[in-house]
């Protein structure tokens, strides 16, 4: 495998937790190239520049081409390779920190996986010219870097503008189902069933797109539907515990008091609570 690479060590950046480029570089064509990258710690930018080749991630897989973008979100497994009889070139960056998933979650790209014709090549080789230039102030260099890839990613939100609507992917259904779901028992093993996922990878798929494990979104979602029922109707706390599918009043009763800090009746009442 041919490759130009660029590698840093987190005491490089100033602020390694938040932002650091792990690898950068250009790979060439080699009709062997393959990476398996198991639970991925980096999230992983890659423009083709020519070729094709084949990607798997977060239940999904698809060809990129020259011209295309492709998005490997931290925390899921990435599967690449080249087309033998057309092999790669590209240019792309592993990037790590908390920066990378907030930027994801605020541009909605946690479940963007591929995005064809996305003409940003200056700006990756930008991001590689200023990672191979003489040793910079680290401060200097995370803010360059950091500013590059919040480019690199709200071009990529601006190009899906003008794209024809995909259809949801796994979290979205997932999502959607459990909106749906807030008056039913639902376990996790059904959701990923109904989308094609295993639990463990319905999980990182969820939490890589909206910040929170399926289970959690389903129990946000349940209390704030108790806030409603509590403030808008009549019900019985118990019925209201029953309808939204707790185990019993009293674990009910414990989990909205320990989220808003008032007991179910207190809020009924007085209904100030904090936001949950």
């Given at each position: 495998?041919?490759?130009?690479?660029?590698?840093?060590?987190?005491?490089?950046?100033?602020?390694?937790?938040?932002?650091?480029?792990?690898?950068?570089?250009?790979?060439?064509?080699?009709?062997?190239?393959?990476?398996?990258?198991?639970?991925?710690p980096?999230?992983?930018?890659?423009?083709?520049?020519?070729?094709?080749g084949?990607?798997?991630?977060?239940?999904?897989?698809?060809?990129?081409?020259?011209?295309?973008v492709?998005?490997?979100?931290?925390?899921?497994?990435?599967?690449?390779?080249?087309?033998?009889?057309?092999?790669?070139?590209?240019?792309?960056?592993?990037?790590?920190?908390?920066?990378?998933?907030?930027?994801?979650?605020a541009?909605r790209?946690?479940?963007?996986?591929?995005?064809?014709?996305?003409?940003?090549l200056?700006?990756?080789?930008?991001?590689?010219s200023?990672?191979?230039?003489?040793?910079?102030?680290?401060?200097?260099l995370?803010r360059?870097?950091?500013?590059?890839?919040?480019?690199?990613?709200?071009?990529?939100r601006?190009?899906?503008?003008?794209?024809?609507?995909?259809?949801?992917?796994?979290?979205?259904?997932?999502?959607?189902?459990?909106?749906?779901?807030?008056?039913?028992?639902?376990?996790?093993?059904?959701?990923?069933?109904?989308?094609?996922?295993?639990?463990?990878?319905?999980?990182?798929?969820?939490?890589?797109?909206?910040?929170?494990?399926?289970?959690?979104?389903?129990?946000?979602?349940?209390?704030?539907?108790?806030?409603?029922?509590?403030?808008?109707?009549?019900?019985p706390?118990?019925?209201?515990?029953?309808?939204?599918?707790?185990?019993?009043?009293?674990?009910?009763?414990?989990?909205?008091?320990?989220?808003?800090?008032?007991?179910?009746?207190?809020?009924?009442?007085?209904?100030?609570?904090?936001?949950?």
């Amino acid at each position: 495998m041919r490759e130009k690479l660029l590698s840093f060590l987190p005491d490089q950046f100033p602020e390694p937790d938040a932002f650091f480029v792990e690898l950068t570089g250009i790979t060439y064509p080699d009709p062997r190239y393959r990476i398996d990258r198991d639970r991925s710690p980096v999230l992983c930018l890659e423009y083709v520049i020519a070729g094709r080749g084949h990607v798997e991630v977060g239940g999904r897989s698809f060809d990129p081409q020259a011209g295309d973008v492709y998005l490997l979100p931290m925390g899921l497994h990435h599967r690449y390779r080249s087309d033998p009889a057309d092999p790669w070139k590209k240019i792309w960056m592993n990037v790590r920190g908390t920066l990378c998933a907030d930027l994801l979650r605020a541009y909605r790209l946690g479940e963007t996986y591929h995005v064809p014709a996305c003409p940003l090549l200056p700006l990756f080789e930008e991001f590689v010219s200023v990672c191979a230039g003489p040793p910079a102030d680290p401060w200097e260099l995370e803010r360059r870097c950091s500013l590059l890839l919040h480019d690199i990613l709200s071009r990529v939100r601006a190009s899906l503008s003008i794209l024809p609507d995909s259809p949801p992917g796994p979290a979205e259904q997932a999502r959607e189902l459990l909106d749906r779901s807030l008056y039913e028992p639902v376990t996790v093993d059904d959701l990923a069933a109904a989308v094609g996922l295993s639990p463990s990878q319905l999980t990182r798929v969820f939490s890589a797109r909206f910040g929170v494990t399926p289970y959690r979104y389903l129990l946000s979602r349940r209390l704030e539907t108790a806030r409603l029922l509590l403030r808008g109707t009549a019900l019985p706390v118990r019925e209201i515990a029953f309808r939204l599918c707790f185990s019993d009043e009293h674990y009910f009763s414990s989990l909205f008091r320990r989220k808003t800090g008032q007991t179910p009746s207190a809020y009924r009442r007085d209904p100030e609570g904090k936001i949950l």
